[in-house]
Nanobody
Framework: QVELVESGGGLVQAGGSLRLSCTAS????????MGWFRQAPGKEREFVAA????????YYPASEQGRFTISRDNAKNTVYLQMNSLKPEDTAVYYC???????????????WGQGTQVTVSS
């Protein structure tokens, strides 16, 4: 069992930056691939980024255009999402997830955090 807690969301102006954190409980964090997803009102949950167990490999959707960076610190049981050049359309609840492999489909992850709200004003 893994418990995930996200933090770092908030209100930011367009063009600004935020860094989200997701801290996991337990001593098996390094055995999980991690992903970040987001969900805006009335929309499906959307893949944002993923990272392998060691952190050596990262994955992003093509649409992201290099604005987001996922990283992890296994010693701290934490995965991060650095978001730059934020746009109003990035407004959503952001979730981290843990799973056995790197996946873009949210249904393939086993554990989820409660989410953190990111609001980007124009």
């Amino acid at each position: 069992q893994v418990e995930l807690v996200e933090s770092g969301g908030g209100l930011v102006q367009a063009g600004g930056s935020l860094r989200l954190s997701c801290t996991a409980s337990g001593r098996t964090f390094s055995s999980y691939s991690m992903g970040w997803f987001r969900q805006a009102p009335g929309k499906e949950r959307e893949f944002v980024a993923a990272i392998s167990r060691s952190g050596a490999s990262t994955y992003y959707p093509a649409s992201e255009q290099g604005r987001f960076t996922i990283s992890r610190d296994n010693a701290k049981n934490t995965v991060y999402l650095q978001m730059n050049s934020l746009k109003p359309e990035d407004t959503a609840v952001y979730y981290c997830a843990a799973g056995g492999s790197v996946e873009v489909k949210p249904t393939l992850y086993d554990y989820w955090g409660q989410g953190t709200q990111v609001t980007v004003s124009s």
